[in-house]
C-alpha cells in the first residue's frame, strides 16, 4: 500500500483550493458515491438497506445513494479546508468507520480514485497532470486519515 | 482473465476505436510521472523530467508511452487470455527491470483518467465500470510471472 505523506506544496494547495468551487457541477452530473457502487460493485454491501441498487441507472437514480453523497462530499469539502490536518479533521469519522461501519479502508482510496476520474472527465483539458498530480495526493490523504483510527 | 459482458466488451472496443493511441499513450506515461514521482526511477535515462511541462513534452515520454499503450491495445484484443498475451512482458518487467507491480495499477488508474478527461459525458459510469476491470486485468496479467 502507497502512503503519501508528503503534504501538498503551496502551488498544489493554490490549484485545488482554486478548482474546488467548481467540482460541485461536476460531481452533480456524476455523483461520486453513486459511481462507486457502480464500478466497484462489492461496495454495495454497506448500502443494503438503501433500496434499488440493481443496475447502473437505477443506482445513480437512487435518492437514498444521493443524499448520503451529499454528506459524503460535505465532509470532503472539510478535508479541502483542513489540509494540514487531515486525520485531526477525519479522526471521528475513521473510528466510526472502523467500530460502527467495518468498511474497509481500500473502499476510501477507491472512491478517492472514482472522485478524480470525475473531475478529469468534467473539467477536460482543464485538468492538468499538475492539477491531477494534487487531487491524487489529497484523496489520498483523505483516505490515510479515515484509515487512521484503525484498529 | 477479465469477466466483461457482451455489451462491456463491444463497448469497451468501440471507445477504444476513438483513442489516438499514439498522444494517449504519451499522455498516461507523462502523467504516470507526473502525478506518482518515484516512477520516475525506472526512466532516468529518458532526458530532462525536472518539471511536469518537461515531463508531458518529453519526447523519450512519448515514444514509450506509445509503445505502452500499443501493449494494451493489443491485451485488449485477448481479454479472454491476458495473462498469456503479456506473460513475456511480465517476465521482462519482474526480471530485468525491477518495476514493482504495483506501478501497473497506478499506470491503469492514469488511463481511466485520461480517457475520462478526453472523452467527458461519453465516458459513462458503465464504460467507466469496464475500463476498470480491464486495466486491473492487465496489471494483474503483468504481474503474473513475478516470483
Not at chain 2, 62 to 78: I, M, R, T, Y
Not at chain 2, 125 to 134: H, I, T
Request: hydrophobic residues 45%.
Amino acid at each position: 500500500m502507497l502512503k503519501r505523506r508528503v503534504p501538498l506544496n503551496p502551488h498544489e494547495n493554490v490549484q485545488i483550493q482554486h478548482s474546488t468551487p467548481k467540482n460541485t457541477l461536476a460531481y452533480r452530473g456524476k455523483p461520486p458515491l453513486a459511481l462507486l457502487l457502480v464500478v466497484y460493485p462489492w461496495t454495495q454491501r454497506f448500502f443494503d438497506s438503501f433500496g434499488n441498487l440493481s443496475s447502473p441507472s437505477a443506482i445513480m437514480g437512487n435518492p437514498k445513494v444521493k443524499a448520503h453523497g451529499k454528506k459524503v462530499l460535505t465532509s470532503f469539502g472539510d478535508a479541502v479546508k483542513n489540509m494540514d490536518n487531515l486525520k485531526g479533521a477525519f479522526a471521528k469519522l475513521s473510528e466510526l468507520h472502523c467500530d460502527k461501519l467495518h468498511v474497509d479502508p481500500e473502499n476510501f482510496r477507491l472512491l478517492g480514485n472514482v472522485m478524480v476520474i470525475i473531475l478529469a472527465s468534467h473539467f477536460g483539458r482543464e485538468f492538468t497532470p499538475e492539477l491531477q498530480a494534487a487531487w491524487q495526493k489529497l484523496v489520498a490523504g483523505v483516505a490515510t486519515a479515515l484509515a487512521h483510527k484503525y484498529h | 482473465m477479465v469477466h466483461l459482458t457482451g455489451e462491456e466488451k463491444s463497448a469497451v472496443a468501440a471507445l477504444w476505436g476513438k483513442v489516438n493511441v499514439e498522444e494517449v499513450g504519451g499522455e498516461a506515461l507523462g502523467r504516470l510521472l507526473v502525478v506518482y514521482p518515484w516512477t520516475q526511477r525506472f526512466f532516468e535515462s529518458f532526458g530532462d523530467l525536472s518539471t511536469a511541462d518537461a515531463v508531458m513534452k518529453n519526447p523519450n515520454v512519448k515514444k514509450h508511452g506509445q509503445k505502452v499503450l500499443a501493449s494494451f491495445s493489443e491485451g485488449l484484443k485477448h481479454l479472454d487470455d491476458l495473462k498469456g498475451t503479456f506473460a513475456a512482458l511480465s517476465e521482462l518487467h519482474c526480471d530485468k527491470l525491477h518495476v514493482d507491480p504495483e506501478n501497473f495499477r497506478l499506470l491503469g488508474n492514469v488511463l481511466v483518467v485520461v480517457l475520462a478527461r478526453h472523452f467527458g459525458k461519453e465516458f459513462t459510469p458503465e464504460l467507466q465500470s469496464a475500463y476498470q476491470k480491464v486495466v486491473a486485468g492487465v496489471a494483474t496479467a503483468l504481474a503474473h510471472k513475478y516470483h
